[in-house]
């Protein structure tokens, strides 16, 4: 069950990174992933979560997460990353993705390739038996070198029947992450990564984040499986 909720997440991001274009508003982006989830039976977890007002979480440029879709076009030289939740047969599937808009400049290339680079590392890094705390060791040592910020404020969280469980994934080093990986456990590795400060502001609309710089981040998200040798990435399309 968990396997068809997470492949139908990936197949809808797929699906959406492929229309992100100069001039496209993040409110049509929304009304596809709306309508992919429903053809496919499933629900867009998002959607009334706390209150939350959309079926995607759209964030642009400066914002880290959590950008609700509006009436703004996407701009050429813009990144942007696409969250889709998919509840299906009882189960949630959380992936994302971060998508350059036309042509956009070279720092903002590397960025969005590095945090790529940082999730699988962070994916990487999990192993039954090892403390959760390996999987933000392995971000924040890539991040470092890049001299990149690791936002600390959000995590990755366990998730299955619930969207989020109570198990946190920091994507910083974080010591006291002391919880043994054991198989069978399932959670998101997704890392937030900054160019500049990794702190935070929040919109006066309660769910937009955004860097307290106003510097530019980036994201990927996958759901992943501990195996009993390793893991495996549940969200592929
Ligand atoms: N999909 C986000 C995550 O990765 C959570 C979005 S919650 C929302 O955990 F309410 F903002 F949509
Ligand atoms: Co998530
Ligand atoms: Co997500």
């Not at 808009?101 to 390739?113: C, M, P, T």
């Not at 945090?115 to 390996?134: F, H, L, N, Q, W």
């Amino acid at each position: 069950r968990m396997r068809r909720a997470c492949k139908a997440a990936a197949q809808t991001l797929e699906k959406l990174g492929k229309l992100v274009r100069p001039g496209i508003t993040t409110e049509e982006l929304d009304a596809v992933a709306h309508e992919e989830a429903i053809s496919r039976g499933a629900y867009p977890s998002t959607l009334n979560y706390h209150g939350y007002p959309k079926s995607l979480c759209t964030s642009v440029n400066e914002v880290i997460c959590h950008g609700i879709p509006d009436s703004r076009a996407l701009e050429e030289g813009d990144i942007v990353n696409l969250d889709v939740t998919l509840y299906l047969d009882g189960m949630h599937g959380d992936c994302s993705a971060t998508y350059l808009v036309g042509k956009v400049d070279e720092s903002a290339r590397k960025l969005v390739e590095t945090t790529y680079e940082c999730m699988m590392k962070g994916i990487a890094a999990v192993k039954p038996g090892r403390p959760i705390s390996d999987i933000g060791r392995a971000i924040q040592t890539l991040a470092d070198q890049h001299g990149y910020g690791v936002v600390r404020a959000y995590c990755g969280h366990g998730i299955g029947e619930r969207f989020h469980t109570g198990l946190q994934i920091p994507h910083y080093f974080e010591e006291e992450a002391t919880t043994r990986m054991a198989p069978g456990m399932i959670f998101t590795v997704e890392p937030m990564i900054t160019v500049g400060s990794w702190d935070y502001d929040q919109w006066k609309d309660g769910w937009t984040a955004v860097t307290a710089d106003r510097s530019l981040t980036a994201q990927f998200e996958h759901t992943v499986l501990v195996t009993d040798d390793g893991v495996e990435i549940l969200t592929l399309p």
